[in-house]
DNA sequence: CTGAAAGCGCTTACAG
DNA sequence: CTGAAAGCGCTTACAG
């Protein structure tokens, strides 16, 4: 039946109508009588009619495309969130175009400039930074970008994260409250937002407090980072009674190392993660952390670049999604604090 | 400087040369003097010119993108093959559209020609069957479909998988050589060529044996059916002393299940599953698993649907990458064999 | 090597 | 409502 590709020059061959007359049965909102849609369907079907997107994007300029950078994928919160953003996109008529990139600022950037050369309507980075320059470029270009995780305040980019501050403080408050004193941070990278506010709002309850940090080190969102990091603080001879960990999954590492050297957490030392994915209430860890709300991030996420992209002149915002503590049994629980 | 979208017509006018002269010095393999090349570059640089993707695809038929179909994204498998998969995709020169589909085949029918509605050069499928119908669509529409940890044998459609038979089967020996003689088997989703591949390896080796098996039943590759199963499995009257379950990610499940009602797994039950995702190394499980070698598979897959993209006759192959026994400590260690 | 021209498969004013 | 025509931004024979 169907040789090749087909295209709405046969349909309308078939159909015994114009060419455009087939674009507009393909095209939402436009007109044409109820015989004419009948013909061309019938031919369409019998064909295996299909529009060509791609042409269509390049008349139209809007080629329904979001490009999302991911990095992270063996941290389980980008995969999560890429299949919900994947989904909700999808439900609105959009598709991913992924493109991976580590940390470098010149790798991201490289990517999101192949990205526009594929005309997507926008680009979500997830957990990754771009630098200014290119910020500018999707600018004139009149891309969006929205940072997915990530903030870049000098860049005024549109971006949607978890309250990192305030959930910094509540992992502290809430170890305060536990009467632990010898409080050890494992932070998240110190080269992103997401790192510098988790540990910036730790900080500032531990001094508010009065109480020192009993260390603070770079874990890099790494989990052998955070391993070696763990060994270190339980080598010495004063050892931590609690580590607040950047995100989740350097904490399983903790919590293995700290297993591993016969320490119990949640008795012996309190573990407290960032993110809450799944496999934090999972009975093997069972952790305590800073749930942000993926599901909620991703919504925003959606909402902010499909306005972006209808309407050209919006302004950007940087939405902040509350996070909340999520008590289990990897910390101690403080009197009255309930599960 | 650049306003809106650069064109090669824009850059030939500054250079002072033809829109063709423009084409021929982006495009490899295209003549053009050393003096023009020069011109062109520059004009180019000034202007901020990139190729648009997509006009070219239009008329050269290449749109450089690979359709990937994708679910299970909870299965630490998945994130892992996909960061693989556009990692080694981008490095040569291609990149992914991803579309979700769950476990419908008229799901999954659907997802796909939206694909080829963009015109993709290939589409893989992970862990995910089409129809025949469809994929005959696919066929003489020229788009290469590879299925991905999944076979279809109907369909003759090439693929890649881990020898899964071989590794229930070894699987199945081990428990035999440790002495197990009540081995349940939490199967894979039995809709699923994998799930029932390594079932039949599983329960091919226990015939030999003489041994039947304790428990069969189908986990569906579902974490809260696999914890429903491995409570059934232990609220008996007699237990099985061993379950092979279908992948890791359900075996996790089962091992929560059983320390939640005390039991050590590898001293009380062995539980052995299916994957060895990186998780299963960590100390949280350490989880006796048949190993599928995700660069080894990723690496197949790419080179096999770069191949039928670029020669169009090849003929399809099914290939099947070696599982082996990876030992840890969730299942009790035969004498003699080593870790 | 280089330019003019056709054409990829569509959408969208423009007349009728 | 409908068709003829222009045009989206490129690549690629075709002459020169």
Redesign the pocket.
Known sequence: MER??????Q??ARA?????????V??P?????R???EKVRLAAAELG????V???A????KSRIIGVVVAYLENQFYPLALERLSVALQARGYHILIFTAYNSIGEADAVVEEMMDYQVDGIITASVAISSTLANRAKTAQIPVVLFNRGQNDSGLPSVTSANVAGGRKAAEFLLAGGHDRIAHIAGWQGSSTGRDRQAGFLSALQEAGVAPFALIDGMYKRDIAMDCARDLIAGPTRPDAIFVGNDHMAFAVMDVLREAGLVPGRDISVVGYDDVPLSSWGAYDLTTIRQPVNRMVDATVEMIIDHIETPGATPQQIEIDSELQIRSSARIPEGWKK
Chains 1, 2 share one sequence.
Do not use: C, D, E
């Open positions: 090749g590709k087909v295209t709405s020059a349909v309308a015994g109508v114009s060419q455009s007359a087939v674009s507009r393909f095209t909102g436009a007109s044409a009588s015989k004419t849609i009619y299909r529009p060509n791609l042409a269509r390049m008349v139209s300029g």
